[in-house]
């Protein structure tokens, strides 16, 4: 059996490139998602001026952490292709990193051939929403790089794990899952990982919110926890409405993932996060 790997001490500081975060409390990564096809906000971007114009109200209100995506991961979303993702997203990012230099980029993909072009061009950290199954490189790669790295729990591939996903105990299986995770992260060389129950990823509803409710659970691996709950299925669902509803709905459950010790929320309305952060932190 696998011993658990004591990670960083999370009222410490996460490096990133030289840049730091101290995450003794908590901060807001926002998303920018440069696809046509994202299921809430994919294609509203329409030109670079619009984008940076966003970005520059998402670091007004106080987000710490972009987080940018080149490709779908939504339920039942097909991969594009890493020449294509690359297309959309090195002329973005290398634009971002030049006009906003000080603020920390984060790569959502699951390609380590996308992770290495994008650190060329200033990432600061990967997102991988399938902590390296779906690339084998993937941790040896973000090891060699000296990048922080999100581990994400699904079960399945952005194709098909919403088809009947199943667990004995979805709690303890995720536990597990991180258990070993950090274990393989930390032998592949990565330094700092954070880790993210990929809700909405391989989850039935019922399993969203078991996980919400114990997600404390989570802390005892000692590492960073993320949460990306924005405008999902999870929240429209319980409240009957869509994406564009789903806000107050987010605001919610974003406030119940900091009080069961969340460091990181990843969210598409970075004022409305930065307010729960806040209002939290009055409490503390």
Known sequence: MSKQVTQINTNKTL??????LTISKPSVMSIVNLTPDSF???????SYKKLLKRIEKDIDYGCSIL???AESTRPGSEPVGVEE????????????????????????????????????QGADMIND??????????????????????????????????????YKNVVKEVNDYFT???????????????IDPGFGFGKTLEHNYELLSNLDGLKKHK???????????????????DAEDALNGTSVVNTIALLKGASILRVHDVKEAMEVVKIVDQTH
């Open 180 to 194: 070993s995770k950090l274990v393989e992260c930390k032998a592949a060389g990565i330094k700092t990982t954070i």
């Open 223 to 241: 590492a960073p926890i993320l949460v990306g709950m924005s405008r999902k299925g999870m929240i429209q669902k319980v409240l009957n409405c």
């Open 40 to 46: 809430y906000d994919g294609g509203k971007h329409g």
């Open 67 to 69: 987080d940018l995506g």
């Open 15 to 20: 490096t990133f490139n030289g840049k730091m």
């Open 129 to 166: 929403v399938s902590s390296g199954a779906m690339d084998k490189n993937m941790l040896k790669t973000v090891a060699e790089l000296k990048l922080p790295y999100i581990a994400m729990h699904m079960k399945g591939t952005p194709k098909t794990m919403q088809a009947k996903p199943t």
């Open 85 to 120: 993702e690359l297309k959309r997203l090195l002329p973005a990012l290398k634009l971002i990193r030049n006009t906003f230099p000080e603020i920390i980029i984060s790569i959502d993909t699951y390609r380590s051939e996308t992770a290495l072009a994008a650190a060329e």
